[in-house]
C-alpha cells in the first residue's frame, strides 16, 4: 500500500507533464497556414503587407542564408533592405504561368527577369518561390 501511495504523486506529476507538451505541440500544429496561390491579388497584398526578416533560399541543390535583409510588402511597392540601406521598387503584379504547370500572381520583388509568386504564409512565416531556372523557395519572417 505505501508504494502506490508514493506512485500516485509521481504518476499525478507525469501527466501534467506530458499533458503540457501536447498542449504545445497542438498549438504550434494549429499555426494558421494560407495557401496565397489560390487567393485574389487585394486579398494576397493584404496578407503580406508589412516588413519581412529574408531568413533563406533553398532549392534542390543550394541553400543560402541571409543576414540583415528585409523585404517591406505595401501594396504594389517594396522596400528592399541590406545591412541598412534601403532600395524601393514595384513590385509589377501580373497574373502569368508560373513555368511549373499553373498560374499565380507573380511580382518582382527580387529580379525584374525572374519573378517570384508567393505561396503562403505559415503563421509568422512568407514562402515565396522563385520562377527562374533556379527555383528558390524564400522564406521570410513577419518582423
Known amino acids: 500500500m505505501k508504494i502506490t501511495n508514493n ?5 499525478l506529476v507525469c501527466f ?14 494549429n499555426a494558421k497556414k494560407t495557401m496565397l496561390i489560390e487567393k485574389a491579388l487585394p486579398e494576397i497584398k493584404k496578407q503580406i503587407n508589412g516588413k519581412w526578416k529574408l531568413v533563406s533560399g533553398k532549392n534542390a541543390s543550394e541553400n543560402c542564408e541571409y543576414e540583415n535583409t528585409f523585404i517591406t510588402f505595401d501594396g504594389d511597392n517594396y522596400i528592399w533592405t541590406e545591412n541598412g540601406k534601403d532600395e ?3 513590385l509589377n503584379w501580373r497574373n502569368a504561368d508560373t513555368g511549373i504547370g499553373y498560374k499565380a500572381y507573380l511580382m518582382d520583388a527580387f529580379y525584374k527577369t525572374h519573378p517570384a509568386f508567393p505561396l503562403m504564409i505559415n503563421g509568422d512565416t512568407l514562402l ?13 519572417v513577419r518582423k
Open 128 to 140: 515565396l518561390q522563385d520562377c527562374s531556372k533556379t527555383g528558390y523557395l524564400y522564406t521570410l
Open 7 to 11: 506512485l500516485i504523486p509521481l504518476l
Open 88 to 90: 524601393p521598387g514595384s
Open 16 to 29: 501534467c507533464i506530458i499533458g503540457a507538451a501536447c498542449h504545445d505541440n497542438k498549438k504550434t500544429a
